[in-house]
């Protein structure tokens, strides 16, 4: 499966972003999916990941209560919602489809990834 993340930007401390992730090659309705960032010098880590039917979500503590994760099978799309954005959430941010779906995202792994989209938030 091939996943193409798009929607970044620069935006001001209190706005909102809506990046998307565009499926191809296969359907994305079997495979939990995920949102994951990457910051200058720092580790990639997953921030959102949804349920292969939508029913279940898993968010980092950092990002619970701004960030909202979904999907849309039929249009082999996953969105990352954010709101009231920080300084700190400065990442390139990455779409996956994860090998398995976890309330705990720190145990999420991924084979399948996207390219980044440079998300920049000023203060």
């Known amino acids: 499966v091939q996943l193409q993340a798009s929607g970044g930007g620069l935006v001001q401390a209190g706005g909102s972003l809506r990046l998307s992730c565009a499926a191809s090659g296969r359907s994305i309705s079997t495979y939990p999916m995920a949102w994951a960032r990457q910051a200058p010098g720092k580790e990639r880590d997953f921030v959102a990941a949804?349920?292969?039917?939508?029913?279940?979500?898993t968010y980092a503590d950092s990002v619970k209560g701004r960030f909202t994760i979904s999907r849309d099978n039929a249009q082999n799309m996953v969105y990352l919602q954010m709101d009231s954005l920080k300084p700190e959430d400065t990442a390139v941010y990455y779409c996956?489809?994860?090998?398995?779906?976890?309330?705990?995202?720190?145990?999420?792994?991924?084979?399948?990834w996207g390219q980044g989209t440079q998300v920049t938030v000023s203060s």
């Open positions: 996956a489809a994860a090998n398995f779906y976890s309330d705990s995202i720190d145990h999420l792994t991924a084979d399948y």
């Open positions: 949804v349920r292969y039917n939508g029913y279940s979500t």
